[in-house]
């Protein structure tokens, strides 16, 4: 795997340092799963059922052709089936990615209807939204 510094989009490789940072001091160390994934790498993990949509923000975006996402799963929970999914340690990592600003998770709906975290060890970069925008509104001058 390369360094963060090769596959993640500059302004989310801090983000992500700092969640691998925080969440150590957690006690929840994570180890980095996946980051920058090619098309061809896409299409494999979604044959292979581990990834939902050719549209990944893992694809090398076009701001700066690096990945917007990272998967990690704590360390503890390698070992177990499936990564434990529901775990109390993908809650700290959760709250602590959005804590960051991330998106954390894939979310979908059920049969029932209720919203279910598929992915847990999914985190996304959200870029901030400006607030040196002024919109004008019609009428004025």
Not at 14 to 40: C, F, H, K, N, Y
Not at 43 to 65: E, F, I, M, R, Y
Not at 86 to 109: C, E, S, T, Y
Not at 112 to 136: C, F, K, M
Request: net charge neutral; charged share 20%; aromatic share 6%.
């Amino acid at each position: 795997m390369s360094r963060f510094t090769d596959e993640l989009d500059p302004r989310f490789c801090p983000l992500a340092m700092e969640l691998l940072s925080q969440s150590e001091l957690a006690g929840v160390p994570l180890r980095v799963i996946d980051m920058l994934r090619t098309p061809e790498e896409q299409d494999v993990n979604l044959a292979n059922g581990t990834s939902w949509t050719k549209n990944t923000l893992h694809l090398p975006q076009p701001c700066c052709g690096k990945s917007h996402a990272i998967d990690v799963c704590p360390i503890a929970l390698l070992p177990k089936k499936g990564w434990a999914p529901g775990h109390r340690d993908w809650h700290i990592v959760g709250a602590i990615g959005r804590k960051l600003g991330l998106k954390w998770g894939v979310w979908k709906k059920n049969a029932q209807g209720v919203l279910v975290n598929v992915d847990w060890g999914h985190l996304e970069y959200v870029e901030p939204l400006r607030s040196d925008i002024t919109i004008a509104t019609m009428g004025e001058s």
